[in-house]
């Protein structure tokens, strides 16, 4: 008879071994911040065993408490959702995934996962946030950087440099929203899903770093001390790169790196980021306006709704931001799905009458870098 459970520590062989089946990988180099070996990570993984004890599926939930326009939000991402190939169809999947919904109230605000859309909706997950990409090519530099200095800029492994880890968490941490990262384990997330994060440094000194992707081709991850340096640290990467065209992410909070990006950039496109379950929408709506509103800019007003049985009045005012649980009378109501297509996507506009929206406060701006993701 299965059993649907938390794995034990003297499983942690059988869920890396399920992983790497499952999805033909080697988990333990391809996520070290999750999978090292001084790592128990047997409390993140909720699997289905069978009578003899082997585990037939399993999904996982790494916690990533946040910091976002100074609340925190206690976040997971969700992952590692595999089945063993002989037990396909039982419908294990659908059993952890509702477990894992079950118990999300008791620790999170929000769930996080990137994957297949029609496939996580069934699960009441809504793909959204935004993502700014921006293509840099060899032209760009060539023409629109000409005069930008890069003589003294080196590009090294960011981790062959001394005090790396707690310059990567010091601007981190300086962000409008960021995932907290542990100094101890910075190596090990900034070097996740085969990603390289390479530090920029002027006549030695260490400015800023990089993550870039296995292929070199996509800047996923953009840090300076001095903004004024993005368009060196970009013209350095290119010619390290010896790549024609490179790809750079940006979170659109990040307003002086899109300025930045979006004064030299050839082209630029917006997409989502993940996949979202909102648990608490008070609080989420409450963080990213927040953080919306100091950066980009929120128009005055004021929206009132039930979303998902969860009564929420925000007001932008001269003092800021406000949230309140609790509803106007009259107040639309909203599903879950109609609640998070609003806050999440552009889509909400379609939502139809009744709905009061105070413009441009939607879609919130949430974004996940790589690193963080699991």
């Known amino acids: 008879m299965l059993k649907y459970r938390m794995a034990r520590p003297d499983e942690r062989e059988d869920y890396i071994d399920l992983a790497n089946y499952a999805f033909k990988i080697d988990a333990e180099s391809i996520l070290p911040k999750m ?4 790592i128990d990570s047997s409390g993140m993984h909720m699997v289905a065993a069978d009578e003899r004890g082997r585990l037939r599926a399993q999904v996982a939930v790494y916690p990533e408490p946040m910091q976002v326009g100074g609340f925190p939000l206690r976040v997971g991402y969700l992952g590692i959702v595999s089945v063993h190939p002989r037990a396909r169809g039982e419908g294990h999947m659908k059993v952890l995934m509702n477990k894992w919904l079950e118990e999300a109230p008791a620790s999170y605000d929000m769930l996080v996962l990137y994957g297949q859309r029609q496939r996580y909706e069934y699960f009441d997950f809504t793909l959204g946030g935004v993502k700014i990409k921006y293509s840099v090519g060899e032209v760009n530099a060539r023409h629109a950087l000409q ?3 890069v003589e003294g800029l080196s590009i090294k492994p960011l981790f062959e440099i001394e005090g790396a880890a707690a310059f990567a968490q010091q601007l981190n941490e300086a962000r409008h929203s960021f995932v907290q990262r542990d100094v101890g384990q910075m190596s090990d997330i900034l070097t996740g899903l085969e990603q390289q994060p390479l530090g920029v440094l002027d006549k030695e000194k260490l400015i800023g770093y990089l993550v870039v ?3 070199g081709k996509e800047i996923t991850e953009l840090a300076m001390a001095n903004t004024a340096d993005i368009p060196r640290a970009v013209k350095a990467y290119l010619s390290h790169s010896g790549a024609d065209w490179i790809a750079v992410y940006a979170p ?3 307003t002086e790196l899109n300025a930045s990006l979006s004064s030299f950039a050839e082209n630029y496109a917006i997409e989502t980021s993940d996949m979202y379950h909102i648990v608490d929408f008070a609080r989420v709506l409450e963080a990213y306006l927040t953080v919306k509103h100091r950066t980009i800019g929120l128009t005055l007003g004021e929206f009132s709704a039930v979303l998902d049985g969860q009564p929420v009045t925000a007001l932008v005012d001269e003092s800021g ?9 009259g107040a639309v109501e909203l599903d879950r799905k109609q609640a998070q297509t609003l806050l999440l996507t552009p889509h909400g506009r379609y939502i139809g009458a009744g709905t009061h929206i105070p413009a441009g406060w939607f879609p919130l701006p949430i974004f996940w870098y790589i690193a963080d993701k699991f």
């Open 35 to 38: 999978y090292s070996k001084d």
């Open 147 to 149: 005069g930008v200095n």
């Open 213 to 215: 992707s296995k292929t």
């Open 252 to 254: 659109e909070y990040e």
């Open 321 to 329: 931001v406000t949230v309140e649980r609790s509803a106007k009378s």
